[in-house]
């Protein structure tokens, strides 16, 4: 499996990104795409989740009603759209996939229960 991650980049507080997760040879019924983020000197946290059968999503608080995931199963894409960005948004975005939904949505979005992770992107919001 392997995950590309893209879309960062510099952006004013208030403003918008999308980034993109690239998915090659996922092929589980049950796979679902994370994302991660990570803040200089704080712990990777989980911000999004998309169950790729159904689109099902999951949010962290700290970002719902702002960021939207969203999957292009034609193309293998998943999406993270962030609006009203925050400075405290400003980290290095990871996109990683677990072979088994049910990790992130009943357990909650733990970068330890991911399978397989893509190559970071950096968000950066200035205030």
């Known amino acids: 499996v392997q995950l590309q991650a893209s879309g960062g980049g510099l952006v004013q507080a208030g403003g918008s990104l999308r980034l993109s997760c690239a998915a090659s040879?996922?092929?589980?019924?049950?796979?679902?795409i994370g994302w991660f983020r990570q803040a200089p000197g704080k712990e990777r946290e989980g911000v999004a989740c998309i169950r790729l059968r159904d689109e099902s999503t999951h949010y962290a608080d700290s970002v719902k009603d702002r960021f939207t995931t969203s999957s292009d199963n034609a193309k293998n894409t998943v999406y993270l759209q962030m609006n009203n960005l925050k400075p405290e948004d400003t980290a290095v975005y990871y996109c990683?996939?677990?072979?088994?939904?049910?990790?992130?949505?009943?357990?909650?979005?733990?970068?330890?229960?991911?399978?397989?992770w893509g190559q970071g992107t950096l968000v950066t919001v200035s205030s």
């Open positions: 040879d996922l092929s589980f019924d049950d796979a679902a």
């Open positions: 990683a996939t677990t072979r088994y939904s049910s990790r992130w949505f009943l357990m909650g979005l733990d970068s330890f229960l991911a399978d397989w």
